[in-house]
């Protein structure tokens, strides 16, 4: 998401169907409904869309995947300074 940022997107409709984790990373799906970062949902979209998926995420690897301030990490994304999840981990 944050490199869909910096190129000037936003998802808008994040969810664990627009989502493949495989052996190569993630692959980000179905952008049809993808807003521009200066649109005036821009931060709110960006902010549903990292809820979305840390929630799908945190579901499906329990273990691996550490609670986390969702909110400081879209504005880390909208900011520029995003740099690792772990940074936002809350427990």
Known sequence: MATAYDAGYVHADMSQYNVFVGEGGVTIF???QAVATDHA???ELLER?????VSYLRQKHPREVPETETRA???AIGEGNFESVSTFETS
């Open 73 to 75: 990490l879209a504005h």
């Open 30 to 32: 179905d952008w049809p």
């Open 49 to 53: 869309d990292v809820e979305n998926v």
């Open 41 to 43: 949902n821009a931060g």
